[in-house]
């Protein structure tokens, strides 16, 4: 069925063929990642009038303008128990509920949510540091996710926590995913690896960025916030930062600018 429409946004790719009538130069693709993991096909994008993207080889061409992917945040999402990848859509936390939520994380500790997959050497890579600082850190450190203690929701375990180990996929500029907002959204402090220019989107005192190439310093700069309590001093900053992820980087705001 065709439809009438002002304006057509396309967010990373569509799963089918879709028919509507829109001004050519209102359609507009907001792609979701980064080149070195997926390249538009110069033919695909000429169906655009505009293209919304944090990749470097396309805000070179006409017609683009840079954002970041505007991912969805997953935190209070829970998935079908009958299908494991498909959301439930009667079962999640909205906007209104992190809007009035101001969280209770009150365990004083390192929470790192990740896999124990191993199928690239990105991979490798991120489980080794994340090995590294268990031992470094021995007690101050919890992990979840497959392969290790099992959870349904990130939230249920960040929105306990003072801090989190944020790793993103790829390290690119304009590249930051769901990982940080759910990071925020749960009213967690995030040590960041990921983003080179994260701190261009949020306060500097909201996140501490960490290198794969320097665990020294990740195990001092954690060591030493929960030691210090730096939590509940940048507490203010971390509200901030929410909001921003609620009212600034959502989807409906970034393709109203």
Excluded at 40 to 68: A, D, E, H, N, R
Excluded at 91 to 106: I, P, R
Excluded at 184 to 199: A, M, Q
């Amino acid at each position: 069925n065709e439809r009438d429409c002002d304006f057509f946004f396309v967010l990373h790719g569509v799963e089918r063929p879709e028919l509507a009538k829109c001004p050519s130069e209102n359609v507009v693709l907001v792609t979701g990642e980064p080149e070195s993991v997926f390249r538009y096909p110069s033919k695909y994008l000429k169906q655009f009038g505009c293209v919304l993207t944090c990749q470097q080889s396309l805000l070179k061409k006409k017609k683009t303008l840079k954002s970041m992917p505007a991912s969805p945040w997953f935190v209070g999402a829970q998935m079908l128990s009958r299908n494991p990848w498909v959301w439930d859509e009667n079962n999640y936390l909205d906007y209104n509920y992190f809007c009035l939520e101001t969280g209770n994380n009150s365990i004083n500790k390192l929470a790192v949510v990740t896999s124990n997959k191993v199928t690239t050497k990105g991979h490798q890579r991120r489980l080794d540091f994340i090995y590294k600082l268990k031992e470094l850190l021995s007690d101050l450190v919890d992990i979840y996710g497959t392969g290790f203690i099992p959870i349904k929701d990130k939230y249920e375990i960040y929105s306990k926590y003072k801090y989190a180990l944020i790793i993103e996929n790829s390290n690119y500029l304009d590249y930051w995913t769901e990982k940080i907002a759910d990071c925020y959204l749960s009213n967690c402090f995030p040590f960041y690896i990921g983003c080179p220019n994260i701190k261009t989107y949020f306060p500097d005192s909201s996140l501490e960025e960490l290198s794969f190439d320097n665990l020294e310093y990740a195990v001092k700069a954690i060591k030493e916030a929960i030691m210090n309590d730096r939590y509940n001093r940048v507490k203010p900053i971390l509200k901030e930062a929410k909001r921003m992820v609620l009212d600034k980087y959502n989807i409906f705001f970034v393709i109203l600018q």
